[in-house]
């Protein structure tokens, strides 16, 4: 496979992990994300990934149903170490050397996140599973990726979703809505489509790091956007 990418951040959804569940870990969805990174990572691509909490717990709805938001941050970040560890178990199975690096130190559970020991790890051919958001409260997983993208020198964040890209609406309440093909930071945020949160996608524009939203439960997919291949929604 030829890719314009050496290195990625691929931020994936928690969400997305339930799979036909309505809560924690499809154990098929898991599989299906190990086997299409090992894939790129068979290419000689190297790949940083972050996962979301949500199919865990998510810090901001814990807060509006009266948990302390700091300590519901704590919790979010936690969730996403488990995912963490579920995709680096997943990926093992199937033959592809992980790491985890956590953004507080929680040896043995994972290495302490350091930019130096997850390229180290990238170069070395392993993925770099990037946990624990940024480790502060108030910070989503999203800004997480972007500030981790940017400090690992990835050359795109590829963020996967549910749906194939931005649209003008969101597409499963407003059957009108059209897909962008390509889109601007700056277009992002006056036509306040959610994306990202403002401070990700604010990281990313000050750092000229692009990002291509795209379907990630579609097997292949991701294969397909390292090949160029036009699906997706490209922010630049």
């Known amino acids: 496979m030829r890719t314009k990418y050496k290195r990625i951040l691929l931020k994936l959804s928690g969400e997305s992990l339930m799979g036909n569940q309505g809560y924690g870990i499809d154990t098929v969805r898991l599989n299906q994300y190990a086997e299409q990174i090992k894939e790129i990572a068979d290419s000689g691509v190297q790949i940083a990934i972050v996962i979301g909490g949500g199919n865990i717990f998510r810090g901001l709805s814990g807060a509006s149903k009266g948990f302390d938001r700091v300590k519901g ?60 958001g940024t480790g502060n409260p108030f910070f989503t997983t999203d800004t997480g990726s972007a500030l ?55 990281l990313c524009k000050e750092n000229n790091l692009p990002i291509i939203v795209f379907d990630m439960d579609t097997p292949g997919n991701l294969k397909k956007v390292l090949s160029g291949e036009p699906i997706g929604t490209l922010v630049y």
């Open 73 to 132: 941050d704590q919790m979010g970040m936690l969730a996403t170490v488990i995912n963490s560890l579920a995709l680096s178990s997943a990926l093992e199975a199937h033959g592809q050397k992980a790491v985890v690096l956590t953004a507080i130190n929680m040896f043995p559970i994972g290495e302490h996140y350091s930019k130096w020991r997850a390229i180290e790890a990238m170069e070395k051919g392993a993925v770099a599973i990037l946990s624990g």
């Open 148 to 202: 981790r993208g940017v400090e690992v020198e990835a050359d795109v964040m590829l963020k996967g979703t549910r749906v194939d890209g931005i649209y003008t609406a969101d597409p499963e309440k407003d059957p009108t809505a059209t897909k962008f093909s390509e889109i601007t930071y700056d277009e992002v945020y006056t036509r306040g489509l959610k994306v990202m949160d403002l401070t990700a996608t604010a």
